[in-house]
């Protein structure tokens, strides 16, 4: 007899919550199994409750400050009475559908890339309108498979599931992201859709090994997409399409069906079916859309915070062509000083992912007595510091041009797959540049 599934457990593990949350109440699940992640989603939506997954990673302040944001809870997972291991072991019965409530049905922390996590309140209409847009781009029917290596604690893991749902395929849950095993998936298990991020992706290319056929759709978000990596990767037969998201909009708001001869790092193509798009005065992406949030989270979960006439404002520059075409430069935030010149590390970092053998970049100032502040750069991939320097006074405007570069042979990442863009600054203010500096 095969092993219950997490829809199965969800019906014993439904009667258990019955009897300990409050109607309406947010059921918050704190573990970093996938499978328990989605067997408390799936129970907590067949109670109408709105379901909140949290990294068991997150330093227990961080924890302690978003569960005060949403008020009464009920939390069960790591070090709780309704332990990981017993929603696991939950009595398996007739399997409840995954169908999110309408209204308020599932809180995100978003990554804290920035700052401190915020929690955006995602409602069950825009889930749907999500997955329904989703679907129009990058077609998931019966009998297909996405692979999910991301973790359901964050929008591009969690959303899998609910697509998945909509469309009667099967979502392929694995427990954090290793390259090896992607692949072995990706290849042996007949996958047809995968969501993974540029560091990812450069993982699993560096294995070497054929592109899996039977994969149509290879969706790449969470952090700008090298060009040569993107080229590399369908060159090698990878059906790579470019995508754009956050928490605040269910993830994607653009994703491009394919990837042009031409591409260039930061095109993702037309919004999404009812999505809109605009830009603020200083340049940032405005959205709005049937996939917005309700708001960030409020005791009484009161709509509307984090908008502004409906309307979303990004933390990331932007340009829309006359053809509605999207282009995403980067983040509008850590602007550097240097010589008396404001700039953008997202400008900069947007020239820098189109060098060859650079698979991530971060830009940031470090401190100069003489210019207030130098351009930074610290990335990683196959170049060294002085083929990147080199490729940046050939292609980089002196103003903008990197003085100084640092090389890891591995990002530091967050729980989602995203570079820690924090701790990547923080290493080229204070470490020591692996070469001298460049006119």
């Not at 005065?281 to 989270?297: F, I, S, T």
């Not at 570079?419 to 020591?432: N, S």
Request: with cysteine.
């Amino acid at each position: 007899m095969a092993e219950p599934g997490f829809r199965q457990r969800a019906a014993g593990l439904a009667r258990l919550l019955r009897e300990n949350t409050r109607p309406g109440r947010p059921v918050v699940a704190v573990t970093a199994s996938s499978e328990a992640l989605a067997t408390a989603a799936c129970a907590a939506f067949a109670l109408d409750a709105p379901f909140f997954p949290l990294d068991p990673k997150l330093p227990e302040a961080i924890t302690k400050n978003l569960l005060d944001q949403i008020g009464d809870c009920l939390v069960i997972g790591e070090g709780q009475d309704i332990s990981t291991e017993a929603i696991l072991a939950a009595e398996p019965g007739a399997a409840p559908e995954f169908s999110p409530p309408r209204g308020p049905a599932l809180l995100i922390a978003t990554s804290g890339s920035s700052g401190s996590p915020k929690i955006v309140v995602l409602t069950g209409a825009a889930l749907a309108a999500s997955a329904a847009a989703s679907a129009k781009n990058t077609p998931l029917g019966p009998g297909e498979s996405w692979l999910a290596c991301l973790p359901l604690f964050h929008i591009g893991g969690f959303s899998i599931l609910t697509r998945c749902a909509r469309a009667g395929a099967t979502a392929a849950l694995h427990q954090g992201f290793d390259p090896e095993r992607v692949h072995h998936a990706l290849v042996n298990e007949r996958i047809t859709h995968v969501s993974l991020t540029p560091t990812m992706l450069a993982q699993v290319l560096a294995l070497q090994k054929p592109a899996p056929t039977t994969l149509r759709h290879a969706l790449l978000g969470g952090a700008a997409l090298p060009t040569e990596l993107a080229h590399r990767a369908a060159e090698a037969g990878w059906p790579i399409q470019p995508t754009y998201g956050m928490s605040e909009t269910c993830a994607q708001i653009a994703t491009l069906p394919n990837l042009p001869p031409d591409w260039r790092t930061g095109r993702v193509g037309r919004p999404l079916d009812g999505a809109e798009i605009a830009l603020a005065e200083d340049g940032r992406l405005k959205v709005r859309g049937p996939m917005l949030m309700h708001g960030y989270a409020n005791a009484n979960f009161s709509p509307g915070d984090g908008l502004v006439d409906g309307w979303f404002t990004t933390s990331d520059l932007a340009k829309i062509s006359p053809e509605g075409e999207l282009t995403i430069l980067g983040r509008a935030d850590e602007t550097i000083v240097s010589g008396g010149k404001k700039i953008h590390p997202a400008a900069v970092e947007f020239l820098l992912a189109q060098c060859p053998g650079i698979e991530t970049v971060v830009v940031a100032g470090r401190p100069d007595p003489v210019w207030g502040e130098i351009v930074t750069a610290v990335f990683c991939g196959p170049a060294s510091t002085e083929d990147m320097l080199a490729w940046c006074r050939d292609h980089v405007a002196s103003p903008f041009r990197p003085r100084a570069a640092v090389r890891l042979d591995s990002p530091p990442l967050l729980a989602n797959g995203k570079p820690d863009r924090l701790k990547l600054r923080e290493l080229a203010r204070r470490r020591e540049p692996e070469t001298g500096l460049i006119g």
